[in-house]
């Protein structure tokens, strides 16, 4: 069974760190991208990075460019979202996904992943 699960959400005041962490098991890791999306009330889920557990390399969303780290640790099948300089606007339902590497023009697209998690809510209060 294919699970993607999310730990390490909460509240934090603006401008402290918080640290997701994405537990994959059910699929061969290494041949997956992983992403990291969020969803804030009202609004559609959008990107916020994306690591290929091939490769290692990553991408970001803009609005979170210098205060945010995505890595992944394949010995335990994880993956990590360090987030710091935290803003109101960082409020939201944060998800993993994984996309396989094979798939052609593979990206981390919100339409195009293969698995999803549930989610952990991270609030940023003022």
């Known amino acids: 069974e294919v699970q993607l699960v999310e730990s390490g959400g909460g509240l934090v005041q603006a401008g402290g760190s918080l640290r997701l962490s994405c537990a994959a098991s059910?699929?061969?890791?290494?041949?997956?991208?992983i992403g990291w999306f969020r969803q804030a009330p009202g609004k559609e889920r959008d990107g916020v990075s994306c690591?290929?557990?091939?490769?290692?390399?990553?991408s970001y969303a803009d609005s979170v460019k210098g205060r945010f780290t995505i890595s992944s640790d394949n010995a335990k099948n994880t993956v990590y979202l360090q987030m710091n300089s935290l803003k109101p606007e960082d409020t939201a339902v944060y998800y993993c996904?994984?996309?396989?590497?094979?798939?052609?023009?593979?990206?981390?697209?919100?339409?195009?992943?293969?698995?999803w998690g549930k989610g952990t809510l991270v609030t940023v209060s003022s």
């Open positions: 059910g699929f061969t890791f290494d041949d997956y991208a």
């Open positions: 690591i290929s557990s091939s490769d290692g390399s990553a």
């Open positions: 996904a994984a996309v396989g590497l094979f798939r052609p023009g593979y990206g981390c697209y919100v339409h195009g992943m293969d698995y």
